[in-house]
């Protein structure tokens, strides 16, 4: 029962470059969040934006949200190698959350 | 620190044994999720607690089972029954509504069957 839907499935730039990800999904939502996930480890709590929100910074990150479209993006500045990771948007469905497949970032040195 | 422990944090298991993958939280959190990762797959909901000595299937509970005696610990047994259950398994948790909170999640467990 898959929720969001990331894209693209995997992402490739240059150090320094900003990285853009979205996140489409299908009903109605009260918050969706952001995490990274580390190869082999456990995903990390990025951001949460509420549905009565439509932008929100923390550090490099920013995240949209267009409740109208039904779609995120989160925009990484100034990339750096240790932004390489997968990134997996998150919606709240009563009482859990269901993930996307996310999107694998590469960041090349 | 507070934090979520998953050990081992490697396993293997021989066909038709059960294993039990130990994920134990500090962090005073009512809620307590176990979830699935395959390659390319994203994570699957496998079951999910919110308070003690109660649990709910998620979207793929068949071949697991899990118990929830105390609220520090959430363990979760892979049965026999589980036919194709290599796979990475994260444990989380959160403090009431995840889609307030958000979750916080342990450093996972890698099965293997061999």
């Known amino acids: 029962s898959q929720q969001g839907e990331e894209d693209p499935q995997a992402l490739s730039i240059q150090e320094g470059e900003n990285a853009t990800m979205n996140c489409s999904y299908k009903?109605?939502?009260?918050?969706l969040q952001w995490y990274r996930q580390n190869s082999g480890r456990g995903l990390v709590h990025l951001i949460l934006?509420?549905?009565?929100?439509r932008e929100k910074h923390s550090g490099r990150l920013r995240v949209t949200l267009d409740t109208s479209k039904k779609s995120s993006s989160l925009l990484i500045t100034a990339s750096r190698a240790a932004d390489t990771a997968s990134y997996f948007c998150?919606?709240?469905?009563?009482?859990?959350?269901?993930f996307g497949k996310g999107t694998r970032l590469h960041i090349l040195p | 620190d507070g934090g979520i422990t998953q050990s081992p944090k490697y396993l293997f298991r021989k066909e038709g044994q059960n294993v039990t993958l130990s994920c134990e939280q500090n962090?005073?959190?009512?809620?307590m999720y176990w979830y699935r990762q395959d390659p390319g797959q994203g994570l699957r909901l496998i079951y999910y607690?919110?308070?003690?000595?109660?649990?709910q299937k998620g979207d793929i509970a068949e071949g697991y089972s899990v118990s929830r005696e105390k609220k520090e610990s959430f363990p979760l047994t892979v049965t026999s029954a589980q036919k194709n259950p290599t796979a990475f398994y994260l444990c989380?948790?959160?403090?009431?509504?995840?889609?307030?909170?958000?979750?916080?999640f342990g450093s996972g467990t890698r099965l293997t069957v061999v």
């Open positions: 989380a948790s959160s403090a009431r509504e995840p889609g307030d909170y958000g979750y916080t």
């Open positions: 009903t109605s939502i009260n918050n």
């Open positions: 934006i509420r549905s009565n929100e």
């Open positions: 998150a919606t709240d469905k009563y009482d859990k959350i269901i």
């Open positions: 962090l005073n959190h009512d809620a």
């Open positions: 607690s919110q308070i003690v000595n109660d649990f």
